[in-house]
């Protein structure tokens, strides 16, 4: 086991007080702290006690560490980053591809002499980006499509005459039609077009009309921050889901998203591959987002817990990763997984044990155990656990 050092990032959208509070530093008032990345994903991997990065260990000794099996099917990496994401304003809106489409965008873009850190890159890795959100705080997001009937409600409702070309394409060709021809707007209609949503949205909360108020309130704060940007009009046709502390929610590719407000621990595969789609300044491949795009409607369910090995298990269909929340007594009980595991301790003391070896984990503090390691834990103290998911 090693206790693991770990990099945040600082990004506007950032808060300036959740990481800062849960590694027990000052919070400051000009750095806002976004995300802290746990794991060893190449760009910002965690440091192990020992002062080895973990990518480069885990290069060194993948059987060791990782276990035949996660070595057989992920290769000498370790498939899943968890990280704790924290937002006082909106992230973009985006999607991540399916394995095969990242793969074909990955290879073409190499093959073109793209550079990895050009700024118009879209696919920077050849792998599949699933996550989950387990809120910390009460989060808000725009989390895939609602029905249809009732995003052409919800836009009709406005009665904005630039909103007439969306709503035809809506009605006749569904979302397949109406976000690309949002997205295809030439700058002057796309300012035109936000500004006049914005003032019809904002009307209607201000007269606290219930229907709709949430996705009209957003929408107005929205073009605030975005003034122009077509991803104002897409916020309209998005589900808008508040999750609970201990609530979680599941993002498969093509998923359409973006947190709005909030914290959690958040855990993926270990990809960089984001294909935005509005609400942000950087580049968007229209043409990849369209490919990657999942356009199917309808509500996206809320996760709750089910009991499972260890403590409360969030089940996911996906093998790179999962993820179980450990509310640990003063009686040890077991961690032991088949898979390697990153704990992360969000509350308390935990005290991790194995054969040989005893590690002390307070508050913001995180591990890496080696696959197959018997490990036990005791508290009190609140563990996120992160393994893979393989059966």
Not at 260 to 276: Q, T
Request: with cysteine; proline share 9%; net charge negative.
């Amino acid at each position: 086991m090693w206790q693991l050092q770990n990099a945040v990032r600082h990004y506007p959208w950032g808060s300036h007080t959740v990481i800062p509070e849960l590694l027990g530093r000052p919070s400051p008032a000009d750095q806002p702290h976004a995300e802290l990345w746990i794991g060893a994903h190449p760009d910002e991997p965690s440091v192990r006690s020992d002062g080895v990065p973990l990518d480069k260990a885990i290069a060194a000794e993948p059987e060791q560490l990782m276990g035949r099996d996660v070595v057989d099917r992920f290769g000498a990496r370790l498939p899943f980053l968890m990280k704790v994401l924290a937002a006082d304003q909106p992230l973009s809106l985006q999607a991540h591809p399916t394995t095969e489409q990242a793969q074909a965008g990955y290879a073409a873009e190499e093959a073109a002499g793209v550079l990895r850190d050009d700024p118009t890159r879209t696919f920077k890795d050849p792998y599949h980006k699933p996550e989950i959100l387990v809120a910390l705080t009460p989060v808000e997001a725009l989390c895939g499509f609602r029905p249809v009937e009732e995003s052409l409600h919800c836009l009709a409702k406005l009665q904005v005459p630039e909103l007439k070309p969306t709503i035809a394409a809506l009605a006749r060709g569904g979302l397949r039609a109406a976000i690309p021809q949002l997205l295809a707007l030439p700058p002057e209609q796309r300012e035109a077009l936000v500004s006049a949503v914005a003032v019809s949205a904002a009307g209607f909360v201000a007269a606290h009309d219930p229907e709709f108020i949430n996705t009209y309130r957003w929408a107005a704060s929205l073009a605030e921050t975005y003034p122009g940007d077509p991803g104002v009009v897409i916020s309209l046709m998005c589900n808008h889901l508040k999750l609970a502390p201990g609530e979680a929610v599941f993002l498969p590719a093509g998923n359409l998203h973006a947190y709005l407000s909030g914290a959690g621990v958040e855990v993926m595969a270990s990809s960089d591959n984001v294909l935005r789609g509005g609400l942000t300044g950087k580049h968007v491949d229209l043409a990849a987002l369209i490919e990657v795009l999942d356009f199917t409607d309808g509500r996206v369910p809320v996760l709750h817990p089910v009991l499972g090995p260890g403590g409360l298990r969030y089940p996911v269909p996906v093998a790179d990763f999962d993820v179980t929340f450990c509310q640990l007594g003063e009686q040890a009980g077991t961690l032991t997984t088949r898979g390697p595991q990153l704990l992360l301790c969000t509350e308390g003391t935990a005290v991790l044990a194995s054969a040989d070896e005893e590690l002390t984990l307070q508050k913001g503090e995180s591990a890496f155990v080696p696959a197959g390691t018997p490990v036990s834990a005791r508290g009190p103290a609140v563990l996120y656990r992160a393994t893979t998911n393989l059966t």
